[in-house]
């Protein structure tokens, strides 16, 4: 089955500067790449996700990058608030199959 | 809006209970999972449905047992709590995989504490 890593396991920025999430995956079938932001006691939360066919997305001050060769996507943030700070999964889904394997997660704590 | 709802915020329980988590969802979603998540282990699947009356094991099956009668409704069931079972329980549902935009999305519910003393 698919092996998701995720790195670092928690992350201290400033407010303002960027944070930047990896996360490696075993299986070349994986196809479909979704982050998710889970706020203190609130549920995951999709904030973004990038499939297999394209290498770069941006919403606002979010964006995704994947490379396939390397197995490799990340999240980057930029202009980081206090209101990111939160603990961000990603996780990792081939096509038609219903199963999502997920990364151990980031805790982002963005100091004011 | 989507809706995943997980009938207890908080639960306690003694070692050796049975006991039942259960996950209601609003959009007939075929798919349904339950996943337990503990800090530094991330989401980790115990089962998860595909449609009614079918099931499969994921990473964690063990000491879990699941049930989905309804379309909208699927039971986690503990058959004899124990202290290692003490987690946060996480339903998830999402439509099939076959493609589109809204395809592959998860949706989660807010999650169950259980704690087992």
């Known amino acids: 089955g698919e092996n998701v890593e995720q790195h670092p396991s928690t992350l201290s920025v400033q407010e303002g500067d960027s944070a930047v999430i990896k996360c490696t995956y075993s299986?070349?079938?994986?196809?479909?790449f979704p982050w998710y932001k889970q706020e203190l006691g609130k549920r995951p939360q999709l904030i973004i996700d990038?499939?297999?066919?394209?290498g770069e997305k941006k919403d606002q001050r979010i964006a995704v990058t994947l490379n396939k060769t390397a197995k490799h996507f990340s999240l980057h943030i930029t202009e980081t608030q206090p209101e990111d700070s939160a603990v961000y999964f990603c996780?990792?889904?081939?096509?038609?199959?219903?199963?999502?394997?997920f990364g151990s997660g980031t805790k982002l704590n963005v100091k004011p | 809006d989507v809706k995943v709802t997980q009938s207890s915020r908080y639960l306690v329980k003694r070692t050796g209970e049975k006991v039942f988590l259960e996950c209601v969802q609003d959009m007939d979603h075929e798919n349904m999972f339950w996943y337990r998540q503990d800090p530094g282990l991330g989401l980790r699947l115990i089962y998860f449905?595909?449609?009614?009356?079918?099931?499969e094991k994921g990473d964690i099956p063990e000491g879990y047992s699941v049930s989905r009668e309804k379309k909208e409704r699927f039971s986690l069931i503990l058959e004899s709590a124990s202290t290692n079972q003490t987690s946060m329980y996480l339903c998830?549902?999402?439509?099939?995989?076959?493609?589109?935009?809204?395809?592959?999305?998860?949706?989660f519910g807010s999650g169950t504490q259980l704690s087992v003393l």
């Open positions: 299986d070349s079938a994986s196809n479909y």
């Open positions: 998830a549902s999402s439509p099939p995989g076959t493609g589109g935009a809204e395809a592959e999305k998860l949706f």
């Open positions: 449905s595909y449609d009614v009356k079918m099931k």
């Open positions: 990038i499939r297999s066919n394209v």
């Open positions: 996780a990792a889904r081939a096509y038609n199959f219903n199963k999502f394997y």
